[in-house]
């Protein structure tokens, strides 16, 4: 593993790396430089299987986090390749020419975190949710309790005390 | 393709012959497993309304409602279960603090209308309440917290048996912040502080290592919290929901950290008291003990011109002349005073109400008055002998000691008394032996038997472990005296002290007799209260209660208007109750002051 | 229109559909030449909620497309906002027929995460769960695959044991579907007085269904004939459109994370999992067949080697304010159907930043069941379908 590490640092500038298990690590790149390294990690390292592709909403920086996690079936190790993308017009090079599964993932990633992925087949066809008319529910901002308060009708004659306050209300009220 | 390709699945034709593996009967009772996920149960007297497992649920199924009148403790609040959102996790039942909460082992509820499934377990009554089966905790190490406190290190009784040195040395970040993840945040607590401060709150502060905020919560509620850090008398320890199952929360010893970590000259920055308004009225305070400083300290806060008047010639009380220095070093007390007083708080040292000035000459100069004197006249047992003058009272000892006065120390001593008090002037003298004979001969004894002794335990096993000795259970009789210097003391057996009506009425065993020797013997069985300087006249005005305590209203207002009391004098007797009185009477003062429509104006 | 046209038959489907000029077929519904019709979500031949969207030319199937969403929960989403503790009973809910791996990958991702090595007795009782809940789903998937060629016999036969199975995880865990038995730090319980025993009961009824079931759906000429050559996955695709477990195993890859990526104790119990090169649909169901048998056995393994008593869960945070530092990890382990892994990301707060599940099916149902039914005959779906062990709930979570 830190073999390819270090080989993969010699082509591409890693801005970040973490070292999970002897068998997992993240490594982060530019976004321009991601899918080269996915296909390069696909091509000549071995990595040919994609366990997944999916995103991270670091909202605080005005980030996606983009994971493309391959594995290599004959080392058995798996290589998180990691790229922060611009939560605004979130867009990133579509990859459905390296896996027959990953435009799966691309339509849930527009669907659910609203990032494109231009030329991805059926990128724009509903996945999951069907006439969803708000923000993509899997972004920070969408609050989830919020939308269920809104959405559906709460079960009336719920009322709860917390026991301090309610021990302060009857025990010191003036205090 | 074969032929047994078209025989062999027939084989199955053999089942026909068989048993029916479905149950037929479908009105016996087919009971859940020993630990069945089923319906819940609570032993309501058990229970004390934390709210844990109301926090813990994450399906938001549980309310908490009121049962009965909350008690220190007790919030007298009950969860109620909503199965309407329940999964049957049990992540409530492990979560409990008091393992009152479980499952039972039914499954089977059946009724018409939705609202009947929700339910307050334990209130009302359900078939499975006595069902013994169901979900319990998991029995063995299986916590969802940490029931052991982080240990606190005390100085080895060899390194401290003869300095004054402070005995506890107080966590380090490591070790608070694994005290302060053990808290629920129920808040139990707060209630059974007498100043409620908010415990949960700054425990919290500690979690997150923000100290700053943990200071700004401390000292909304109480401007002495490196005093208090130290030697409080911790009520909210007693009941912390935590305890239940193992030990309660150091909760003295994190207050005492948060103060610890902020330097001195950071205070007024963080507590934003840099720039008080001051309006025109004054007030005077009468005693610099922990309830006048607190007073001090919050009317100071509300922009009122504040002038403390304090008999002796440092400030504090008995917090400084009391509390020996092992526990609470000089330099604590003085960290805390010094910053009420940079706030503009004025101090007149050496000035004493009723002798250098009148009670009402400061009612003419001030617009109000707080009285929080204390409790310093030392109480004797008048038993024969006790005239003696190498008979002494603790308290007296005590305050010579910290103003650094030669006191006697014989070669030994003997106690009378079981409180803390009598712990701490033990455990100086003790050390003073240490110093001057290098070895320790003192005996004290009390009234009370060993488990009921007022002193708190660990009191009473350090003072043996610096080589005092302690003797509970016994009356003293007389104290004999040979040539003008005692001998000894005489005690008979004491086995009870109080008579069924709960009235102070001991019950000694006359003939079973034993003797104390001792060259000198010291009474601390309590201290009484000084109120010379409240002028004859001026008692008039006053109420006064059945026990001769000035009976002043809650907001420590006495009959006279502007004449407010607190502390020792009428509640207590601890730091923490002073503090809280201070704090309250500062309010009263403030609404009087203010309000033309104050209850009592 | 000419009604001769309408009822000529021509047998040479080659020409349907035509490749356009974009190298896609041309479907013109309007050409009367194709019907279109829906398999699902409510239909006897689907698993779980889920649609096939099918462009049929006679019987034949010239276009798929799989529509989801018909139990999206948002448990990833739900997760973010529940204290670490809290997502124990949300994400057992993410598969309802197989729990237990779920309840497995949350428990590692926090105690990787945070640095916790759970004991030794607990890893043991882990294991033994997991493969009580693979056992319980292959009771009845083995036999299901004979369902969907209409024999439901031995799918009845596996229900009765499986059912016995849930009485062993209702006196182990406390529950018969959701165990919530498998939580961070450990597991909530050792093994009850005489479990093993009872466990022992049931597996001699498993060994014997095992047997029985050979009979029914291996020596069978229907099953054979509906079931050999059909949805073949060549080798090529197992990377491309991302194929596990037993599907992989059933076209000459090992794939079985039990064995590739050892986890609990795992290297410690002797297996090898069953590999054949048909890679069809009666391959797959052989495979599992074989799954069935070493589960059987590897329950026996494990009972016979697992401690008795021990500590069941390491000391943890308090639960109410279990925080994370700044991390993220993925785990996986072997589910029934093939790799199930977590990918979780933490950012030093209480809750998690991003909880991701990936289920084979997520890929199986899309992209490779999409691709396996081009020219498959309509009746033949749903024998794909539940030869790839789909699952919806792990698609859309
Ligand atoms: C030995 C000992 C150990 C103790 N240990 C603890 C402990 O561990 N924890 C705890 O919580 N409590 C403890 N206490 C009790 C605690 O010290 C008192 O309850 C507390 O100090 C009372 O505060 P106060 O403000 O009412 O009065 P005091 O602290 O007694 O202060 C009264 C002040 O008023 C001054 N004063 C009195 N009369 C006049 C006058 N006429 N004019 C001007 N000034 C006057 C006094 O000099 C004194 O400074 C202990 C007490 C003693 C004696
Ligand atoms: S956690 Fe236990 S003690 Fe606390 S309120 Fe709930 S049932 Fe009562
Ligand atoms: S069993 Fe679980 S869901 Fe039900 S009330 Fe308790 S914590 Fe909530």
């Known amino acids: 593993m830190q073999q390819i590490i270090q080989d993969i640092e010699s082509r591409f500038t890693i801005t970040d790396k973490e070292t999970r298990r002897n068998d997992l690590c993240f490594l982060t790149v530019d976004k321009l430089q991601a899918i080269s390294l996915v296909t390069y990690l696909r091509d000549y390292q071995g990595y040919a299987s994609l366990t997944l592709l999916t995103a991270v909403d670091w909202i605080e920086e005005g980030n996606f986090q983009l994971t493309y996690l391959l594995n290599n079936p004959s080392t058995r190790t798996e290589i998180g390749v990691r790229t922060m993308i611009d939560r605004e017009n979130a867009t990133m090079e579509s990859t459905h020419h390296l896996w027959e599964n990953i435009q799966t993932y691309q339509r849930e990633l527009k669907e659910m975190f609203g990032i494109d992925f231009p030329g991805s087949p059926r990128i724009d066809e509903d996945f999951i949710l069907e006439g969803w008319d708000n923000i993509p529910p899997y972004r920070r901002d969408f609050d989830t309790k919020k939308y269920s308060e809104e959405t559906y009708f709460p079960r009336p004659g719920r009322e709860t005390n917390d026991p301090s306050t309610y021990m302060k209300s009857k025990l010191y009220p003036n205090d | 393709m074969s032929i047994k390709d078209i025989l062999t699945p027939f084989t199955a034709w053999k089942r026909v012959a068989k048993e029916p593996v479905t149950v037929r009967d479908p009105f016996n009772d087919r009971p859940g497993a020993d630990r069945y996920r089923g319906f819940h149960k609570n032993d309501v007297d058990k229970c004390i309304g934390c709210g844990t497992c109301e926090a813990i649920c994450e399906n938001e199924a549980i309310d908490l409602v009121p049962f009965k009148d909350p008690v220190s403790g007790d919030s007298g609040l009950r969860p109620r279960v909503d199965y309407g959102r329940c999964c049957w996790c049990a992540l409530c039942v492990d979560v409990c603090t008091t393992n009152s909460l479980s499952l039972s082992n039914e499954y089977k509820w059946i009724a018409t209308d939705p609202e009947e499934f929700r339910f307050t377990p334990g209130i009302e009554e359900k078939a499975w309440d006595k069902n013994e089966k169901g979900w319990k905790k998991p029995e063995g190490n299986y916590e969802f917290y940490n029931l052991e406190r982080v240990s606190m290190e005390h100085l080895h009784p060899e390194e401290r048996n003869d300095s004054f040195i402070e005995m506890v040395k107080g966590f380090s970040k490591e070790q608070a912040i694994l005290e302060a993840d053990r808290c629920v945040e129920c808040g139990i607590c707060t209630a059974t502080c007498p100043a409620h401060m908010g415990i949960p709150e700054y425990i919290k502060a500690i979690r997150n290592d923000d100290m700053e905020e943990g200071m700004r919560i401390l000292y909304e509620t109480n401007p002495l919290p490196e005093i208090c850090g130290r030697i409080c008398t911790h009520k909210c320890e007693t009941v912390c929901s935590i305890g239940h199952k193992g030990d309660p929360l150091s909760i003295r010893w994190l207050k005492r950290y948060i103060a610890d970590q902020i330097p001195e000259d950071k205070y007024k920055e963080i507590l934003n008291t840099n720039n008080l308004e001051v309006n025109d009225k004054k007030v005077a305070i009468i005693g610099a003990g922990p309830s006048g400083l607190s007073a001090a300290h919050y009317l100071r806060l509300m922009g009122y011109q504040v002038t403390i008047f304090e008999q002796y010639e440092k400030a504090g009380g008995m917090m400084r002349y009391g509390i020996p220095e092992y526990r609470l070093p000089y330099d604590q007390i003085d960290k805390d005073i010094n910053y009420i007083l940079s706030l503009g708080v004025e101090i007149k040292y050496n000035t004493r109400i009723g002798k250098d000035i009148t009670l009402d000459q400061l009612g003419k100069d001030f617009d109000a008055v707080f009285a929080g004197t204390g409790l310093h006249l030392g109480r004797g047992t008048g038993i024969e002998g006790s005239d003696n003058q190498h008979v002494y009272y603790s308290t007296d000892m005590l ?140 008692k008039e005005n006053i109420k006064f209660g059945p026990r001769g305590r000035v009976e002043t209203d809650e907001y420590f207002q006495t009959g006279v208007k502007w004449f407010f009391m607190g502390g020792d004098i009428i509640q207590g007797p601890d730091v923490i109750h002073g503090i809280a009185n201070g704090h309250k009477a500062a309010v009263g003062i403030d609404r009087y002051l203010r309000e033309s429509d104050f209850p009592n104006n | 229109m000419d009604i001769k046209k309408i009822f000529q038959i021509n047998n040479d489907r080659s020409s349907y559909p035509e490749i356009g000029e974009d190298g896609k077929p041309i479907i013109d519904l309007s050409s009367h030449k194709y019907v279109k019709i829906w398999q699902g979500p409510q239909h006897p031949g689907v698993t779980g909620n889920m649609a096939l969207e099918l462009t049929l030319s006679g019987d034949e199937i010239v276009e798929s497309k ?121 597991v909530r319980g050792l093994l009850p007085d005489g479990f093993k025993k009872r466990l022992e009961e049931n597996l001699k009824l498993a060994d014997e269904f095992v047997k029985n079931i050979n009979d029914l759906m291996f020596n069978n000429i229907v099953f054979k004939k509906r079931a050999k050559g059909l949805g073949y996955i060549p080798k090529d695709y197992i990377d491309r459109y991302g194929v596990y477990g037993p599907a992989a195993r059933a076209a000459g890859v090992m794939r079985d994370i039990r064995k590739t990526h050892p986890y609990l104790k795992y290297a410690e119990l002797d297996f090898e999992p069953y590999t054949t090169t048909e890679s069809d649909v009666y391959a797959r169901s052989v495979v599992r067949w074989h799954d069935l048998k070493m589960t059987i056995d590897l329950i026996r393994q494990i009972m016979a080697k697992m401690p008795e008593k021990g500590e069941i869960k390491a000391p943890t945070p308090n639960v109410m304010h279990w925080r994370i530092p700044k991390g993220e990890t993925y785990v996986k382990c072997e589910s029934s159907r093939g790799e199930y892994g977590m990918y979780m990301v933490t950012d030093g707060s209480d809750t998690p930043r991003r909880v991701n599940l990936k289920g084979p099916s997520y890929t199986h149902a899309n992209a490779l069941l999409e691709k396996l039914l081009i020219n498959a005959n309509i009746a033949d779906t749903a024998g794909i379908m539940v030869s790839l062990a789909t699952c919806p709930p792990e698609i859309e979570r």
Not at chain 2, 411 to 426: E, F, H, K, P, Q
Not at chain 3, 167 to 186: K, Q, S
Request: glycine share 10%; aromatic share 8%; hydrophobic share 35%.
């Open chain 2, 399 to 538: 305050r010579k000691i910290t103003s650094g006065e030669e006191i006697e120390v014989a070669d030994s001593i003997v106690v009378i008394g079981g409180g803390n008090v009598a712990m701490d002037i033990t455990r100086s003298l003790a050390r003073l032996q240490m110093q001057k004979f290098d070895k320790v001969n003192i005996i004290t004894t009390s009234l009370e038997t060993e488990e009921n002794m007022p002193a708190d335990r660990e009191e009473v096993v350090e003072s043996r472990e610096e080589g005092a000795t302690v003797y509970p259970g016994w009356a003293p009789q007389s104290i004999e005296i040979k040539d003008g210097i005692p001998q000894g003391l005489h005690v008979v057996k004491c086995n009870s002290l109080f008579d069924e009506t709960g009235r102070f009425n001991p019950q000694c065993e006359m003939d079973v007799k034993n003797y104390y020797p001792g060259h000198m013997i010291v009474q601390s069985i309590g201290q009484g209260i000084d109120i010379s300087y409240i002028s004859e006249e001026f």
């Open chain 3, 66 to 186: 799989t529509h989801v969403g018909y139990l999206h929960r948002g448990f990833e989403k739900l997760m973010e906002r529940r204290k670490f503790i809290q997502c124990f009973p949300t994400c057992v809910r993410l598969c309802v027929a197989e729990p237990d791996p779920n309840e497995y990958l949350l428990a590692t991702c926090v105690e990787e995460l945070s640095g916790i090595e759970v004991p030794e007795t607990a890893q043991w009782l882990r294991m033994l769960v997991l493969e009580m809940s693979r056992l319980q789903v292959l009771l009845r998937g083995v036999p299901g695959q004979a369902g969907t060629f209409a024999l439901g016999l031995g799918y009845q036969w596996g229900s009765y044991i499986r059912d016995l199975i849930l009485d062993r995880f209702e006196e182990l865990t406390g529950g018969r579907v959701y165990h919530m038995y498998i939580l961070p730090g450990g």
